[in-house]
Structures are given as C-alpha cells and as structure tokens.
C-alpha cells in the first residue's frame, strides 16, 4: 500500500485518478454487497422458492470476499 501511495503522490494527477479509482471501486462494492443483502431479505419475506430465491438466500459471502481482495489488492499496484 505505501508503494501505491508512493507512486500516486509522485503526480497530483496520478493522486486524482488514484482516489477516484479506489472511491469507486469501493462505491461499486458496497452495492453490489447491498444489494445482495436487500435481495436475501426480499426473498425470505416473500418465502420465494423459485431457483433464484433458493441461490439468493444460500448465497455465501466467503467467495465473494476473496473477490473483493482481490479487487481491491489488484487496484494498488503501480504500473
């Protein structure tokens, strides 16, 4: 992470594009896991026992976690 630092700091415009990549990285996550949340309650509330309602209420995070580091990690690496 520093070494990412490092290199953003080096340019005011590699910091601009740097705060806003990880800024909507970190946006677009966070809906995504919202989402996903709001859909688990749904699907429980309405019992909904379609294939969609059964994936979405047995939808384990563990996987989706190790996306999201490696997004995030993959997204901090200086060219």
Same mark, same amino acid.
Request: proline share 4%.
């Given at each position: 992470?520093?070494?990412? +630092?490092?290199?953003? @700091?080096?340019?005011?415009? %590699?910091?601009? @594009? +740097?705060?806003?990549?990880?800024?909507?990285?970190? $946006? #677009?996550?966070?809906? $995504?896991?919202?989402?996903?949340? $709001?859909?688990?309650?749904?699907?429980?509330?309405?019992?909904?026992?379609?294939? @969609?309602?059964? +994936?979405?209420?047995? #939808?384990? @995070?563990?996987?989706?976690? +190790?996306?999201?580091?490696?997004?995030?990690?993959?997204?901090? %690496?200086?060219?």
């Amino acid at each position: 992470m520093q070494d990412a +630092y490092n290199w953003a @700091f080096i340019n005011p415009l %590699r910091k601009a @594009f +740097y705060n806003l990549y990880m800024t909507g990285i970190s $946006v #677009f996550l966070a809906l $995504v896991v919202g989402s996903i949340e $709001v859909l688990q309650v749904i699907a429980g509330r309405l019992s909904l026992q379609c294939y @969609f309602g059964a +994936y979405i209420q047995e #939808f384990s @995070f563990a996987g989706l976690g +190790y996306v999201i580091i490696g997004i995030l990690a993959g997204g901090c %690496r200086p060219p």
